[in-house]
């Protein structure tokens, strides 16, 4: 636990919150100034910066209870849409510096714009790219 994490505070429950769903690994709970109606942040228990230092098996469980949070939301609400979107870093628009994964929940009449416009690289840029990130 992180002293100065808002997160850290509201999974020791020093801040109270919206609690949906929680296990020995996450806690998931209602977006406190959600995006749109019924937006749930999936957190990580123990305090990770961003997805770079979490292992394989901690971003699976994340993964996994985001996974049956949309599920809850699908089966609940009259939603048309939904988005996982998780942040790393500032320039990310990562805001609070503890791992977590939104869950948002999308109306065809709800105007939120998530991507910004998108490139066209030239085949040449994509082989050099394809040779950087192949894994």
């Given amino acids: 636990m992180k002293e100065d994490c808002i997160f850290c505070k ?5 801040i109270p919150s919206y609690k949906i769903y929680e296990n020995d690994d996450v806690l998931v709970i209602l ?3 959600p995006t749109n109606q ?11 910066d961003t997805l770079f230092d979490l292992s394989p098996s901690a971003v699976a469980k994340a993964f996994a209870a ?16 939904l988005n ?4 790393n870093g500032e320039p990310a628009g990562q805001q609070i510096p503890h791992f977590h994964i939104h869950v948002i929940p999308r109306y065809d009449s709800d105007n939120l714009v998530i991507h ?7 085949p040449e840029e994509f ?5 950087k990130l192949k894994i």
């Fill in 10 to 14: 509201i999974i020791s429950g020093d």
């Fill in 31 to 33: 977006d406190r100034f």
């Fill in 38 to 48: 019924g937006e749930c942040l999936v957190l990580t228990k123990e305090h990770y």
């Fill in 66 to 81: 985001a996974s049956g949070v949309a599920a809850k939301i699908k089966q609940t609400l009259p939603i048309d849409g």
């Fill in 84 to 87: 996982i979107l998780q942040n």
């Fill in 116 to 122: 910004g416009k998108g490139t066209d690289p030239a």
């Fill in 127 to 131: 082989e050099a790219m394809v040779e």
